[in-house]
T-cell receptor, first 113, second 113 residues
Framework: DSGVTQTPKHLITATGQRVTLRCSPR?????VYWYQQSLDQGLQFLIQ???????AKGNILERFSAQQFPDLHSELNLSSLELGDSALYFC????????????FGPGTRLLVL | AQSVTQLDSHVSVSEGTPVLLRCNYS??????LFWYVQHPNKGLQLLLK??????LVKGINGFEAEFKKSETSFHLTKPSAHMSDAAEYFC???????????FGTGTRLLVSP
């Protein structure tokens, strides 16, 4: 158990809908990262937050957004969902330093029908 | 930009025989390299990491990896495979001035009795 929690574990929804994925980092970790794992794109970095502020952006679509709250949990919002958004979404967290390891949560599996 | 190439999409071994999963990296400066493992329907677990200390890195479950700058390689090895090692393995490089991780395409390790 990494100490990172994600809810829900599974999500089934329809095209055009909006969903919110939630992540709670390990105790004391200030950084949260979101990654997407799909069959065609592999594992890709989406976005990083550090202590409530966006720090880095990767291949995140404009239809997707994220935020980190004062209690350090983070939410990834996916809107206007398309079939191709079906994937496993991982959250990871790490401490402050440059060399800090990222610990991954169990992921949320999203299926868009 | 940092990248990693995993040279084999699948590796099959018999239980009790050695494991070799190959990874080459590309980086404009001294990289931080990781191996993560993903068991079926599970999250990503850190096996080991290299951050410019000793070139031979020991990880969990008997795995180790050697950083070879001259060959730009970071291959993962284990002397004797166990059935429980069957999983997907990802070679990962940490990207640039940011903390984001760049994943390889993964190697699926199959272990037969």
């Amino acid at each position: 158990d990494s100490g990172v929690t994600q809810t829900p574990k599974h999500l089934i929804t329809a095209t055009g809908q909006r969903v919110t994925l939630r992540c709670s980092p390990r105790s004391g970790d200030l950084s949260v990262y979101w990654y997407q794992q799909s069959l065609d794109q592999g594992l890709q970095f989406l976005i990083q937050y550090y202590n409530g502020e966006e720090r880095a952006k990767g291949n995140i679509l404009e239809r997707f957004s994220a935020q980190q709250f004062p209690d350090l949990h983070s939410e990834l919002n996916l809107s206007s969902l398309e079939l191709g958004d079906s994937a496993l979404y991982f959250c990871a967290s790490s401490g402050e330093g440059e060399g800090e390891t990222q610990y991954f949560g169990p992921g949320t599996r999203l299926l868009v029908l | 930009a940092q990248s990693v190439t995993q040279l084999d999409s699948h590796v099959s071994v018999s239980e009790g025989t050695p494991v070799l999963l190959r990874c080459n990296y590309s980086s404009s400066y001294s990289p931080s390299l990781f191996w993560y493992v993903q068991h079926p329907n599970k999250g990503l677990q850190l096996l080991l990491k290299y951050t410019s200390a000793a070139t031979l890195v020991k990880g969990i479950n008997g795995f180790e990896a050697e950083f070879k700058k001259s060959e730009t390689s970071f291959h993962l090895t284990k002397p004797s495979a166990h059935m429980s090692d069957a999983a997907e393995y990802f070679c990962v490089v940490r990207g640039g001035g940011f903390q984001k991780l760049v994943f390889g395409t993964g190697t699926r390790l199959l272990v037969s009795p």
